[in-house]
């Protein structure tokens, strides 16, 4: 019995590791992307050690997104398989555009350091502005949609207090609808709104990973057997006896 209830605790601990990972990026595309955003940056002299730093950590929080998913899946699919795949797929979709987003800073420094010029200004600034909608979809909606999955197979489940996946749905409304308005130019990327949006799933991927490094998994029905049964030789050894 306590195998297998650590093996279920260590699942809880590397998700939620895993989540905490995912916040490392938070400074890339608001300070260490600042300089390559600008408008002028290719005909300056840098610097160009922060957008490399930027690039490290969202290629980490991509990684770690993926991790988020893979741990959880064994745990979650006895809730709802569809759903927790549907996990997986979007947690590998939202690494796959912050890689692809990951590709257009680094440009812009390669632009630079080849000595493209005045010539290049237009290219730098189409890539900064790709930049900023791969970010606004991989970062800005696709958590809402990880949001709904995984918040409605743990409410379900009650794997966690139920609390965190209401905050998670909470969140997934306000981010949608502030993706929308975004996209129509109704509010800006930068508004009030669009923060507070931000914040709300930003506070239930955090206090998830929290929670789930901390106290782990609560005792729910879709785990009784693994919480209840026991290893295979230890029966054995039982039943010989």
Known sequence: MKQHMSSLRKTALVAGIFYLFTFVSIPAPFALYAAVRGPNYILGSGPDTPVFLGALLEIIV???????????????????????LGFVASRTLEAAIIFAGVTTPLSVVTLRQVGAGAGALVASQVLAAQYSWLFLVSQSFIPAVNAVLLGSLLYQSRLVPRALPLLG???????????????????????????????????????????????GFKPSPITADMADSKPAEVRHLRNAA
Request: hydrophobic share 60%.
């Open 62 to 84: 991509a990684l770690a997104g993926i991790g988020t998913a893979i741990a959880l899946y064994p745990v979650v699919k006895r809730q709802g398989e569809s759903r927790a």
């Open 169 to 215: 749905f909470a969140g997934a409304t306000l981010l949608t609808a502030a993706w929308v308005g975004i996209l129509f130019g109704f509010i800006g990327a930068t508004s009030a709104p669009a923060a507070i949006a931000g914040l709300t799933i930003a506070a239930w991927e955090l206090s998830l990973g929290v929670y789930l490094v901390v106290k």
